[in-house]
């Protein structure tokens, strides 16, 4: 049964992280890891999104995680959003 911080239950329809680890998680913090890790669908929210337009040799989770200002700043070579220098 979920309580008033959304414990209890994991709102996660795919994850990496254990069952017991996810329901004893606040929903807030569920929705805060990269859908890559621990997928609620909530990543087009919060803005955790990829940038990248081509190839990336920096794992999904990283670059979900990453702000896009940081993601951006990466060459091309090897995290290709497009940039240019």
Avoid at 31 to 53: C, F, I, M, R
């Amino acid at each position: 049964m979920q309580n008033e911080r959304g414990q209890g239950v994991s709102h996660a329809t795919d994850s990496s992280v254990p069952g017991k680890i996810q329901e004893k998680a606040p929903a807030k913090l569920e929705h805060e890891l990269p859908d890559s890790v621990h997928d609620t669908g909530s990543n087009k929210q919060t803005g955790k999104v990829s940038h990248a337009v081509g190839d990336s040799k920096v794992p999904q989770a990283l670059q979900e995680a990453l702000p896009e200002k940081v993601e951006r700043a990466v060459p091309n070579a090897i995290h290709d959003t497009g940039s240019k220098k």
